[in-house]
C-alpha cells in the first residue's frame, strides 16, 4: 500500500496534506524518515508513526455513541447537530450511522465506515433486535401487551395495497408507565407509532442495544467510545 494511502485511510489528512506533512518530516517508516508519500509499505508489518505517534493500520473503524437529544442521526444537516458532528475529532473519513434514530430519541447508535456491516444489521431479512426503554402515557393492559406483540397496524400498507402488521416484538414491564420493547424492524417512528396503535403515547425513548450490542452505561449522553475486540467479534467482524 502507498504510504499515502494508508496516511489518508487512518484520517490524517487529504493526499495533498499528506504530501506536505512527509515533506516537512512527519512520517517515519521502520525509525527512517520518508522522503516521498507515494512510497509503498507493509501496512501490517511495517512500523508507521505520525508525529512521533505509531499508527496501527485499521481498515474501518467502529464506534458507539450515546445519542443525545436534538441531535440528527444524519451525515450532513444544514440546521442541526448530527452525530458525524459528535465524532469530529476523529478525522474518519465516510463515517455513516448504522439506521436513524429520531432526533428526540437517545441511546445507542453504531457509527463505521463499514458498508457490510451496515447493511448485515440493517437488512429486514437478517431480523436483528433492537431493545428500547420506553416511557408511556398509560399503563399497558395485558390485552394492549399481547396486541404489541403479536403485531400491530401502523398505518403501512403492502405492494399490493394490504395492511402492514408489525413484526411480533416483545413487551417486558419494567416499571411504572415503563417499558422494554424488542423489535426487529426500523420503519419510520416504528415505536411511538406502535405505541399510538394501542391507544397510548411515548413520553421518552432510548435505544439500549442493537444485536449484541448494548449501550455502555459509563458513556455520557454525546460521548463515544471505539468498540472493544470483544464486541467487534461478536458482530463477526
Do not use: W
Not at 420493547?181 to 413520553?203: C, P, S, W, Y
Amino acid at each position: 500500500m502507498r504510504l499515502d494511502k494508508f496516511l489518508g485511510e487512518q484520517g490524517i489528512g487529504t493526499r495533498k496534506q499528506i504530501k506536505e506533512y512527509v515533506k516537512n518530516g512527519r512520517c517515519i517508516v521502520n525509525g527512517v524518515v520518508a522522503t516521498k508519500s507515494d512510497i509503498h509499505i507493509d501496512e501490517n508489518n511495517d512500523e508507521i508513526a505520525f508525529d512521533g505517534i505509531v499508527i496501527s493500520y485499521q481498515k474501518y473503524h467502529y464506534y458507539m455513541l450515546n445519542k443525545p437529544a436534538d441531535v440528527v442521526s444524519a451525515t450532513y444537516d444544514g440546521k442541526n447537530t448530527t452525530v458525524i458532528d459528535l465524532l469530529r475529532d476523529e478525522n474518519v473519513k465516510d463515517l455513516s450511522p448504522v439506521g436513524r434514530l429520531d432526533i428526540d430519541t437517545e441511546g445507542l447508535l453504531l457509527l463505521t465506515d463499514d458498508g457490510a456491516l451496515i447493511h448485515r444489521l440493517l437488512a429486514p431479512k437478517k431480523h436483528v433486535d433492537k431493545v428500547y426503554e420506553v416511557h408511556i402515557k398509560k399503563d399497558l393492559t395485558d390485552a394492549q401487551i399481547k396486541h404489541l406483540e403479536e403485531g400491530v397496524d401502523i398505518g403501512d400498507k403492502k405492494d399490493n395495497g394490504e395492511i402492514y402488521y408489525t413484526r411480533p416484538a416483545k413487551v417486558e414491564v419494567v416499571g411504572d408507565k415503563v417499558i422494554h420493547l424488542t423489535i426487529h424492524e426500523g420503519r419510520f417512528h416504528q415505536v411511538k407509532r406502535m405505541l399510538e396503535a394501542v391507544d397510548n403515547e411515548v413520553l421518552f425513548l432510548k435505544r439500549l442495544s442493537m444485536g449484541p450490542i448494548k449501550l455502555d452505561e459509563n458513556l455520557e449522553k454525546g460521548e463515544y467510545r471505539p468498540l472493544t475486540e470483544e464486541e467487534m467479534k461478536s458482530l463477526g467482524i
